[in-house]
């Protein structure tokens, strides 16, 4: 069984965290601090998906892939 190594789970959820409070920061940001309409997140990835429908379904497998359950083997 491979050992986890708790250093780098926990330096794996601060990147996760702090990527996660970058992103909405700048959503808030292009929300509400910029004229234009169309640069926030959502809108951006809505527009792309619009021409190139396969990147919905890699975002699919990309969510499948994080939360499907995790099976412990050789037990």
Same mark, same amino acid.
């Given at each position: 069984?491979? #050992? ?13 965290? &702090? &990527?996660?409070?970058?992103?909405? &920061? ?23 998906? #619009?021409?190139?429908?396969?990147? &919905? ?12 359950? #995790? ?5």
């Amino acid at each position: 069984m491979t #050992q986890i190594d708790f250093k780098t789970r926990w330096k794996t959820a601060w990147v996760i965290g &702090a &990527a996660t409070v970058i992103l909405v &920061a700048w959503d808030v940001y292009a929300c509400f601090f910029t004229p234009g309409r169309g640069d926030t997140i959502s809108e951006v990835v809505l527009g792309l998906v #619009q021409k190139r429908p396969v990147i &919905a379904f890699l975002f699919g497998v990309a969510g499948g892939h994080l939360f499907w359950p #995790q099976i412990e083997r050789g037990k």
